[in-house]
């Protein structure tokens, strides 16, 4: 994994691409069953605490006997995770390092346990008959919109297990487009299908003057008010329970974006969201698209922890297909912008006349 060198490091001498270091610890299927035990069972925890434990720790924590605990050990130290030193065991300075990285590891992992029953059960039903693949996958179950527009208990529940999800990889992923995109020039921002706010928290958090409006289905937005309620920037933060696609939304706004929403959607689908966006602006005001571009295997085997992302590969377009819509919709001023995350990315912002 090479980190991209078109930005600078940020003011804390960290740069947006930093968290991809983790990528190098989920390559295989039991590299992944392996960290899960030792962060589940406290191991990792232990080890962080500690410079060194023994084994006897390790066996206690892990609550295994000694050949069990050996063989979790051997697979960490092959996934170079803990190293040993005579009988003395401890984590590597680079895993060490990455444990900052920690929700967005413990959310890799989780993610891929979760689709690889559909991988294993339907792939070729995914190359055959991707509409009956769906019917019958967990990943299209657990996005369930259809739970999002009643406010139930089972419904919040439900909807809050995707979330976490989404949130993870937007909390890593939305500083890749702050260090892409100039947002100091706007004032009123409306991200549609804008989830937990997460992203909108990123952008609120940097730009102090920035209003936020996060568009959005109602029990999601349930569930996002209680995510950013705790956070000094929640009074920039408002949530706007509706349908983006037939509902009236707020306007005068000076930027409108789309982060990981169009790809879920059919042509007509994303015509009408950037219509609507059309609809929402100021003459001037700017829209911002931000996507996976289509998932390529080249020269690389695909790694366990891509199992979620490979599951959308009909669906992630090319920066192409946005532009030709926005195009067709009046936007001028296109341009784009490739950016190179553990899949590569675009940002793509165009201007209302
Ligand atoms: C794949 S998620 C992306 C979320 C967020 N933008 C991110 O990158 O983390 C798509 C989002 O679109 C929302 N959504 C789906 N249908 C919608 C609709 N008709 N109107 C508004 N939001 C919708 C979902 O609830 C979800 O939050």
């Not at 962060?39 to 962080?48: A, F, H, N, V």
Request: proline content about 4%.
């Amino acid at each position: 994994m090479t980190i991209p060198v078109n930005q600078p490091p940020n003011h804390n001498g960290s740069h947006y691409a930093d968290y991809l270091q983790i990528d190098r610890y989920l390559t295989t299927f039991m590299d992944h069953q392996a960290l899960n035990s030792a962060l589940e069972t406290g191991l990792i925890d232990l080890l962080s605490s500690h410079q060194q434990i023994d084994l006897a720790q390790a066996c206690d924590c892990l609550r295994s006997d000694r050949l069990g605990t050996e063989t979790l050990l051997a697979l960490l130290a092959v996934n170079q995770v803990i190293e040993r030193q005579n009988a003395r065991i401890q984590l590597t300075t680079h895993f060490r390092n990455i444990l900052r990285f920690r929700d967005l590891l413990e959310t890799k992992i989780a993610f891929s346990n979760l689709v690889a029953p559909d991988v294993m059960s339907g792939f070729t039903t995914l190359l055959q008959n991707p509409q009956q693949f769906m019917k019958q996958s967990r990943l299209f179950e657990l996005f369930g919109y259809h739970r999002c527009f009643e406010v139930t208990d089972e419904n919040m529940a439900l909807t809050r297990r995707w979330m976490r999800f989404t949130s993870t990889y937007t909390r890593y992923e939305a500083a890749a487009c702050l260090a892409h995109h100039d947002f100091s020039q706007y004032r009123q921002i409306m991200d549609i299908g804008g989830n937990s706010g997460e992203f909108s928290w990123q952008l609120c958090r940097q730009h102090a003057r920035l209003l936020a409006t996060i568009i959005d289905l109602p029990v999601v937005c349930e569930v996002g008010m209680q995510h950013v309620a705790d956070t000094p920037e929640a009074n920039r933060i408002r949530f706007f329970k509706a349908n983006a696609l037939s509902d009236q939304l707020p306007d005068n706004m000076d930027i409108v974006t789309f982060k990981s929403i169009l790809h879920d959607w059919p042509e007509d689908a994303t015509q009408r969201f950037i219509e609507q966006a059309y609809t929402s602006l100021k003459p001037g005001g700017t829209v911002l698209i931000f996507e996976r571009s289509p998932i390529q295997i080249n020269n690389q085997r695909l790694p366990y922890s891509m199992l979620p992302m490979f599951l959308f590969f009909r669906s992630f377009r090319t920066s192409d297909d946005y532009v030709a819509q926005l195009q067709n919709n009046g936007f001028t001023d296109i341009t784009i912008q490739h950016i190179e995350l553990e899949t590569p990315f675009y940002l793509i912002t165009a201007k209302k006349q």
